[in-house]
């Protein structure tokens, strides 16, 4: 994959814990000279995510939003795609099945 694509993988819980962590690292990826047109937020590795995760996510779409730039997600498991489900998020963000199918749009 090109420059114009940063993949983070976060692991484990994104709550209320975590959450600010995780805005911390989409600001900084957000804030460099030339940042990438794409953050591909892979959360294969996540097991559980509560509404402040939910947050998290919503507030790294904005970020990237306002630099022009766009956030999808990929690899959600049962638990996080049901809850992206009843928040109505599907409208919202961009989310691939696997990483593979995300790549597949950029060629």
């Known amino acids: 994959m090109s420059e114009q694509v940063k993949i983070i993988r976060p692991a484990g819980r994104l709550d209320v814990t975590t959450a600010a962590e995780f805005r911390?690292?989409?600001?900084d990826i957000a804030s460099v000279a030339n940042p990438p047109?794409?953050?591909?937020?892979?959360l294969q590795g996540i097991t559980f995510m509560d509404s402040s995760g939910l947050g998290?996510?919503?507030?790294?779409?904005?970020s990237f939003r306002n630099i022009g730039g766009e956030m999808?997600?990929?690899?959600?498991?049962d638990q996080v795609q049901m809850l992206f489900e009843l928040t109505s998020m599907t409208k919202i963000f961009k989310i691939y099945?696997?990483?593979d199918e995300f790549?597949?749009?950029l060629s």
């Open 24 to 27: 911390r690292q989409v600001s």
């Open 37 to 42: 047109k794409y953050l591909l937020v892979d």
């Open 56 to 62: 998290a996510l919503v507030s790294a779409l904005k």
């Open 72 to 77: 999808v997600i990929s690899s959600a498991n």
């Open 97 to 99: 099945i696997t990483v």
């Open 103 to 105: 790549k597949a749009t």
